[in-house]
């Protein structure tokens, strides 16, 4: 498994608790969970080219 | 004798939200217990409201989304507990570590979050899954695995205990 598919992976179930438990209705539990889950994954690549850019 | 000073009774602005809402006499009764004050209000509450008002906490940590069949949430309860089982047995098919032992601070902080997993962690141990020891990187990305899995377990657990409080609905 790679790095980023562990990422994708970890945001995606991480995002579905999320939604449900901070959020009331269902509508904006989805909202929250796509919103958690574009954040896990944008931060992470972000930070990942951050480190990159870094360690040359 | 009569306090000197209640909270909110100077300021009602400091009052916080969660003391506002967790005063109402019917959470006051729940907390109680339905069964110490029967009243003309338990008569008419769901069965799934009735009873050992802490019994969704504790049985939603024991086994993931537990505590929402408990209160009949069953599309919730399984979305929260497939996600929490797939991340541990994600994390256990990577060769995640499971914290036995607490020997620094960093181990005492995983442990802490691999027993938020409830029984999925002790028949781990039992069966002897996971590893003793890290040796490939995608063991490292299991062991957060499971940490996680356990620290958003917790969460759902008290998540149900809001339910069943009536402070989320």
């Known amino acids: 498994m790679t790095h980023f598919a562990a990422v994708v992976l970890f945001a995606f179930f991480a995002s579905i608790v999320f939604g449900i438990t901070q959020r009331e209705t269902p509508r904006r539990m989805i909202r929250y969970g796509i919103y958690c889950f574009v954040l896990f994954v944008a931060s992470a690549i972000a930070l990942s080219w951050i480190m990159f850019l870094i360690a040359r | ?169």
């Open chain 2, 1 to 169: 004798m009569r306090p000197l000073l209640v909270p909110g009774s100077l300021f009602p602005a400091l009052v916080r939200y969660s003391q506002k809402g967790m005063a109402t006499e019917e959470n006051k009764n729940a907390a109680a217990g339905s069964d110490a004050q029967p009243g003309p209000k338990s008569a008419s509450q769901p069965a799934s409201q009735q009873g050992f008002v802490y019994l969704p906490l504790i049985v939603g940590w024991l086994v993931p989304g537990g505590g929402h069949f408990l209160l009949r949430k069953w599309g919730r309860g399984a979305l929260l507990g497939g996600s929490i089982l797939a991340m541990f047995a994600l994390g256990i098919a990577m060769q995640g570590k499971l914290y036995a032992g607490a020997h620094d601070v960093l181990d005492i902080l995983g442990l802490a979050g691999d027993l938020g997993n409830g029984l999925l962690y002790f028949v781990s141990r039992i069966a002897g899954w996971g590893a003793d020891q890290v040796m490939v990187t995608t063991a490292d990305y299991g062991t957060r695995f499971i940490v996680v899995a356990g620290l958003l377990n917790v969460i759902a657990a008290v998540d149900a205990h809001n339910l069943r409080t009536g402070r989320k609905s």
